[in-house]
């Protein structure tokens, strides 16, 4: 870690359920190397579980936003506009699928469930960019967490597969539109993290004891090494960097 390397920059996480989140990863490197941070959650019920990690952070922004609620997005840009006047860094690290959709086969997801898990993993960050795009004068990066299930199929992820794809592609367009701004961004693939997010897949458990047996450093990342990644991207030895998906699963994504 370099201590200050993000001294000055102003940073949006938005994802953070409780101190399992990768999100939360994510908040503690980037405010550890000097940025201020910008967190918000998605419901009141959240807030009481996210209240430790604002006393440990001490924020600049804490705000609602549920991503679904466009009027609540623009609120927090408004924000972050009104008391910093630009921002240098936001990370994406939300996604959503309804259990019946999640738990059965992609061919048999109803419309309704793949138009929802696509717009709250998807879309929400899409709108977060068109919002962080004119506080980005300066340039900035975006971060978006993705999963390997995007490149293969993976057991009993089902159409979150499908959806990350499309989250991964859209990426890289959105690094070639936005790179002539000097705002890069990427995907971050971590791989099986025990999160409330993932608890929702079938068999996770048994997705994390085969994936610590088998990825080439015989172990999985955390939180904090999912964080210290995204941090990297955002400093300048990262400057040159755009459109990537960055694995950080102990080596996984290379085996067949």
Known sequence: MIVGSLAGKVALVMGIANEDSIAYGVAKALKARGAELILTYQTEKTLKYIQPIIDELQPGIVQLCDVQDEAAMVAVFAAIAQK???????????????????????????????????????????????????????????????YYGAEKVVPNYGMMGPVKAALESSVRYMASELGPKKIRVHAVSPGPVKTRAASGIREFDLLISNGAGSAPLRELPGIDDVGEACAFLCEDGAARMTGSTLYIDGGMNILA
């Open 84 to 146: 910093y006047a630009h921002l240098d860094i936001a990370v994406h690290s939300i996604a959503f699928a309804q259990k019946e959709d999640l738990h059965g086969r992609v061919v048999d997801s109803s419309a309704a469930g793949f138009a929802l898990a696509m717009d709250v993993s998807c879309h929400s960050f899409i709108r977060m960019a068109h919002r962080a795009e004119a506080l980005m004068d300066r340039g900035g990066t975006l971060l978006a967490m993705s």
